[in-house]
């Protein structure tokens, strides 16, 4: 049996338009999307339609292994599907996916340029600006602290400046309980030292963010039935 990617064309936004079969060939992968989504009764058209807003393509799929497909929160794409191979002796299933999952995400170009940002907008880092109410500045410039920050900071012994090092440092504290992280990730944003993280680095910041639900989150895993 082969392992099949089935995606319609035009629309991409929920798990129904991503399916992933074992079939002989092409034609048979796509009357099983058909025979699918008939009964799941999703278009109420014709399998000739539903047959021709498919698109299909084949996905080389490893022995000895059962095929997942994880989909993700916000789908938008083909891409926000991922097929997961995990070998037969594997125990600890969803763990493993996981883990495959979070060390695809870490090694994305995109998540990387994120993660080594040092600015304090759109960026990892700005997160450690962030309070239960949003980024601890103005968003209108001039760049200041918010209103509410500002008036509290006038009855505390304690200057902007030192209030804006100290939330930093301790929201950085929370986030890397690995010190060993933490001190890379600090000496990087605190000097003119060159991004120079190691894999590990990039999976643990990754597994935490997806964890928190602030980066990609797969929220729908679905075996490949044979």
Not at 75 to 93: G, H, K, L, N
Not at 124 to 134: A, L, P, Q, R, S
Request: charged fraction near 35%.
């Amino acid at each position: 049996m082969r392992l099949f990617k089935c995606y319609d064309k035009y629309a991409i936004d929920c798990p129904d338009q991503v399916i992933v079969v074992f079939a002989e060939n092409e034609k048979k992968a796509l009357r099983k999307v058909a025979d699918i989504h008939k009964k799941l009764d999703v278009y109420e058209t014709p399998v000739k339609t539903v047959l021709n807003n498919f698109k299909v393509e084949e996905i080389f799929a490893p022995k000895e292994c059962n095929a997942y497909v994880a989909y993700s929160r916000d789908m938008s794409s083909v891409d926000d599907v991922q097929i997961v191979f995990v070998p037969f002796e594997v125990q600890d299933i969803e763990s493993y996916i996981m883990d495959q999952l979070i060390e695809a995400e870490s090694q994305e170009e995109l998540f990387r340029e994120f993660v080594i940002d040092k600015g304090i907008n759109m960026s990892f880092n700005e997160m450690f600006y962030c309070d239960d109410k949003g980024w601890i500045f103005s968003y209108e410039p001039p760049l200041r602290l918010r209103e509410d920050i500002e008036a509290k900071l006038m009855f505390e012994d304690i200057s902007e400046g030192e209030f804006i090092d100290e939330f930093w440092l301790t929201s950085v504290s929370k986030f890397f309980e690995d010190k060993y992280y933490f001190k890379q990730f600090f000496e990087y944003i605190t000097t003119n030292s060159e991004a120079d993280f190691d894999e590990g680095f990039f999976f643990y910041v990754c597994k935490k963010l997806m964890k928190q639900g602030d980066w990609t989150v797969y929220e729908d895993l679905r075996e490949v039935e044979y």
